[in-house]
């Protein structure tokens, strides 16, 4: 069994910054591709970055130039900082990654239970 551990979220103001991670917990499971979704009350799950093995990144429009999605594959921890917070960026922020067992070479895709970012003055 393995699960995603999703950490980080909490409340902010306006302009200020978080950082959520975004974890397997057992070793053997290794992180390949990870995205960051995130939903807010009453609307669609929307794509916000994603991150390949070898460190491609993608930003949803809104976020680009104020998150930054990065990892370190030694701590097998995809990390999603987010400066310049708006109101509209309060959401439950969801980790999709797909996951390779170092053992057998089985992949998979595993969802985090989801961490709330709330932005508010």
């Known amino acids: 069994q393995v699960q995603l551990v999703e950490s980080g979220g909490g409340s902010v103001q306006p302009g200020g910054s978080l950082l959520v991670s975004c974890a397997a917990s057992?070793?053997?499971?290794?992180?390949?591709?990870v995205t960051w979704y995130r939903q807010a009350q009453g609307k669609e799950r929307e794509l916000v970055a994603s991150?390949?093995?070898?460190?491609?990144?993608n930003y949803a429009d809104s976020v680009k130039g104020r998150f930054t999605i990065s990892r370190d594959n030694a701590k097998n921890t995809v990390y999603l900082q987010m400066n310049s917070l708006k109101p509209e960026d309060t959401a439950v922020y969801y980790c999709?990654?797909?996951?390779?067992?170092?053992?057998?070479?089985?992949?998979?895709?595993?969802w985090g239970q989801g961490t709330l970012v709330t932005v508010s003055s």
């Open positions: 999709k990654a797909a996951l390779i067992n170092s053992q057998t070479y089985r992949s998979f895709e595993l």
């Open positions: 057992r070793s053997i499971f290794r992180l390949n591709t």
């Open positions: 991150i390949t093995i070898i460190g491609n990144t």
